[in-house]
């Protein structure tokens, strides 16, 4: 019999707003609040850097929507960037993708899985084998791999096993995070907090721990900005993995219409929790803390014992039991966010391989009608940063080169709007060409400020997208890799 190449649609908008909804909530949320509240020291300024990001987030879905409509392929993001610019464009971001984008944020999101599961099973931080100091393998990053094995496996078995999984845990996670903003502002709102986080929430200020001591500096003028610029790479990051629905297309029923609303109800719908959660966080600790406190509340959001300001804030409510409550529900939430991105990555590299610039095999679907080959090189790879230690830089290289190529295919809009003003577009850009162009500007101006105020990560994230200029001559040589 021969390998099939043709993927079968079979995912509705339910199914495809949960993938988004999913692969964007992890453990972000309730961790990167606390470096966000050291960067900025305001509470008024970090949630209009919520607010910003949830802007920037669903404007980019909507925008993404006329070229989800207009090209309802497999491979999605990958193929909006090849028809705008051609295939060496289009292969820097599946490359980066594979080496950081997806492969990187699947190692660090099961290391996550595996770091909070230690709460119930402590063995996890043992050490397994150590060669020196500098390379340990831990039981942790064990089941990190095991993770990542186990979900590969279960998407290779069919779409219908990722769908079903994807809509319980997201399910689940949406369920906790709406328990925990309602008790949050219930409980919160009797005390005084969150009036004393707001009576100046509007000064600014950089907070920093030297020799065990906090070192604040106010932020004014060009500085705020800076710093503003600097610490929203935390929650965009928090906010990211909404475009791999646009991977599956090929699976998805009436995908002009179901991917487009599907980007926009899933943003949407988390943009929105993420806001609640922060203003809950205001409601039960206060917005500065101490480093060498002892308890939740003298801690505050800005030092959480390891940033877990989720957790401070659920002990607030529910006291000592709220350790394993939160160390569950941000099991649930990266077992889900993993789902949707394994289940969602496999397909963006089935589709390079068919254009010839990925592993020839990837390109074939096995008797599930999934492209398991190409999971499973994913899976390999996501396993070995998992021993590479090195995840928590990958997501921020990550992070920025997601920027640089969300950017490039929004301008996409403009360049094919030009090119073929003829093409049947069932979903045209929502504000085109104002909102478009501002996200653009917006994301260009950050990008900017990044690479002035974190040079070192954000020029590693650039220098490894154009790594994958020589790898495109390479592959072009020999038509595969």
Known sequence: MPEQTELKRSLGLIDATSIVAGSMIGSGIFIVTAAMSRDIGSAGWMLVLWLITGLITVSAALSYGELAGMMPNAGGQYVYLQRAYGRMISFLYGWTVFTVIQTGVIAAVAVAFAKYSSVFFPELNNVLFAVNQSFQITYAQVCAMALIVLLSYINSRGVQSGKTIQLIFT????????????????????????????????????????????????????????????????????????????????????????????????????????????????????????????????????????????????????????????AALIMISTFGCNNGIILAGGRLFYAMAKDGLFFKKAETLNKNQVPAKALWFQCIWACVLCLSGKYNDLLTYATFASLLFYILTIAGVFILRKREPDTERPYKAFGYPVIPALYILVTSAICIDLLIYDTKDTGMGLLIVLLGIPVYYITRKKEVL
Do not use: C
């Open 171 to 326: 399910s689940a996670k949406l369920f906790a995070l709406a328990a925990l903003i309602i008790l949050g502002l219930a409980v919160g709102l009797k005390g005084d907090t969150i009036v004393q986080n707001f009576h100046d929430m509007w000064t600014a200020s950089k907070t920093t721990v030297t020799n065990g001591a906090a070192i604040v500096v106010p932020l004014t003028g060009f500085a705020l900005m800076g710093a503003m610029g600097a610490t929203i790479i935390n929650s965009l990051f928090s906010s990211d993995a909404w475009n791999n629905v646009t991977f599956i297309a090929g699976e998805i029923k009436d995908p002009k219409k179901n991917i487009p609303r599907s980007l926009f109800l899933g943003t949407f719908i988390v943009t929105i929790i993420y806001i609640l959660a922060n203003i809950a966080y205001l409601a039960l600790l206060p917005m500065k803390g101490s480093p060498a406190a002892t308890d939740v509340i003298g801690q505050g959001i800005m030092f959480p014992s390891n940033d877990r300001v989720g957790a401070a804030a659920a002990s607030v409510i529910f006291g000592n039991p709220a350790v394993y409550l939160m």
